[in-house]
């Protein structure tokens, strides 16, 4: 892509601007860490673009508060004082409808998560947001909790113009397939190589 433009044009009909516009589904695995933080930059161009914005955490305990989410809170509320921007909903397990995660088994935690993509699918096919931020949704596609194919089909089949960022590792490779954008975050150094922790507007 040099100077951001197509190598190819491609002969499918599309007129430029039709191209241009279509709705992408986007991956960011791989081992190295950033995956989450490049879907939410992602995010903040959506906001900024006034598209309505959902955030669907899978993995991260409602215990846990990240930079992001007190940063996206704080973004709808000048959108619902302002109008500036967009609105953006923050779903996680542990908070909200079905997803709690509760003492139980690993069946119950994949039950969860199931009524979780379930949810989705309902908002795809109302087209309630326009940048869904499935984060970490991998894991439970990995650990077979949730239908890759069922996933792949759905979102294939998403009405509208819903662009939709999934990150994680461990990517199942039907969903590498079927992804528009696919980036593997590689590690080449990490500061925990040399045993320093996690710290403070770095990690969270």
Sequence with gaps: ???????????????????????????????????????????????????????????????????????FRALDRLHQDTGEGAPVEWHKMGEGWSWSRKQGTTEDHAAAALEGWREIARRLAAEQHRLYVLDEFTYPLHWGWIDVAEVVSTLADRPGNQHVVITGRNAPQALVDAADLVVTMTKVKHPMDAGQKGQRGIEW
């Design 1 to 71: 892509m040099p100077q951001g433009k197509p190598a190819v044009t491609p002969e499918d009909g599309l007129t430029t601007r039709q191209r241009r516009t279509r709705p992408l589904l986007m991956l960011h695995t791989g081992e190295m860490k950033g995956k989450s933080t490049a879907a939410f930059g992602l995010a903040l161009r959506a906001w900024n673009q006034g598209w309505p914005i959902g955030v669907f955490q899978f993995v991260k305990s409602a215990k846990w508060k990240v930079g992001e989410e007190n940063a």
